[in-house]
């Protein structure tokens, strides 16, 4: 199985990569910003079994990686915090006032 594409500084990782793997692999070496995490998060039900037959599997590891206290220090450790889209709309409204000044190298 292939690992995750990088891409102009966008990492994706396709299913049926596990979320775990790819953020072990990949969050040492993000560079400094603002990044997302998208997964598909399930609890193992009956619902979940009747609507995707394919990757069942992959919605519940994501839900178990996104609760998992040890990958929450990995991140810490990392340097990641967590944010809320609030925060960077703030940000944005901020830039757009003239009060932060964007630097020259982001795109």
């Known amino acids: 199985m292939a690992g995750p594409a990088t891409k102009r500084g966008h990492v994706t990782a396709s299913v049926p990569y596990p979320?775990?793997?790819?953020?072990?692999?990949v969050?040492?070496?993000?560079s400094p910003g603002i990044g997302e995490i998208f997964a598909h998060p399930a609890d193992d039900?009956?619902?979940?079994?009747?609507?995707d037959h394919r990757f069942t599997h992959i919605r519940i590891h994501d839900a178990a990686c996104l609760t998992d206290l040890s990958l929450?220090?990995?991140m810490e450790q990392q340097g990641i915090?967590?944010?809320t889209c609030r925060e960077i709309r703030d940000v944005m409204r901020m830039c757009r006032r003239g009060m932060i000044v964007r630097d020259r190298g982001v795109g």
Do not use: C, K
């Open 19 to 25: 979320a775990r793997d790819v953020l072990l692999e």
């Open 27 to 30: 969050v040492p070496g993000l």
């Open 45 to 51: 039900t009956g619902e979940l079994r009747a609507y």
């Open 72 to 74: 929450t220090r990995f």
């Open 81 to 83: 915090r967590r944010i």
